[in-house]
């Protein structure tokens, strides 16, 4: 008879989180992993060296024998799988975004699939405000710039430091500030809105 070991840990957490539909999993015979539903049906084989449930993030990650990595979402379905070392995060667990972790490189991907960023960058920081997100970008040299929810690059990775600013107005603006401590105001479209070198800018009498 084949017997199915839950991992403890992990059921742990899908106990404190029962929106969850399922949990990591190994089978008894085999000492493989895999991912069972809240019924106890596999829903991912178990075929995998190792396998953990992210309660945080609400993903699975998977991998077997360091040759195939992946990463599965709350219903089972595999999002990512690759040959090379992967690691995923995704925070906070609504986000439709997930940053994705190979050979010290980070990028971003959807929950369907696609990379919008790609791995480039030695950090990346998902940013939202007043509706939009940002992926703030650092580049292996340490210049940063600024992504757009879709991947299109607004500001080049060219500066010292990126921020977004407080302000009153309706649509957020980048900051960002040269390696000579001047500051730029870009739009959330990424338009130049000021000239380069000022050392403060002003937006609808905040200073900035």
């Not at 360091?66 to 979402?73: A, E, N, R, S, Y």
């Not at 900051?175 to 338009?191: A, H, I, P, Q, T």
């Amino acid at each position: 008879m084949k017997r199915l070991i839950i991992i403890l840990s992990i059921m742990a957490a899908f106990a404190a989180n029962m929106h969850a539909q399922i949990v990591a999993a190994k089978e008894g015979d085999n000492g493989k992993y895999g991912f069972v539903d809240a019924n106890g049906n596999w829903v991912v084989n178990p075929v995998y060296s190792s396998a953990e449930w992210d309660k945080y993030g609400d993903i699975g990650t998977f991998d077997h024998d360091w040759k195939v990595f992946g990463m599965i979402d709350n219903q089972g379905r595999v999002v990512f799988k690759s040959n090379n070392y992967m690691l995923f995060t995704r925070y906070p667990k609504t986000s439709p975004f997930v940053k994705i972790f190979h050979n010290s490189k980070n990028g971003v991907g959807t929950m369907d699939g696609k990379i919008i960023v790609p791995l480039q960058y030695k950090y990346i920081e998902i940013k939202e405000e007043e509706g939009y997100t940002f992926f703030m970008l650092t580049s292996t040299d340490g210049k940063v710039g600024v992504a757009a929810s879709d991947g299109k690059i607004l500001v080049p990775c060219e500066y010292y430091l990126g921020e977004i600013p407080y302000s009153n107005a309706k649509q957020p603006f980048l900051l960002m500030e040269d390696f000579n401590g001047g500051r730029v105001l870009f739009s959330c479209e990424g338009k130049q809105l000021t000239p380069q070198g000022y050392s403060s800018v002003e937006v609808d009498s905040v200073a900035i």
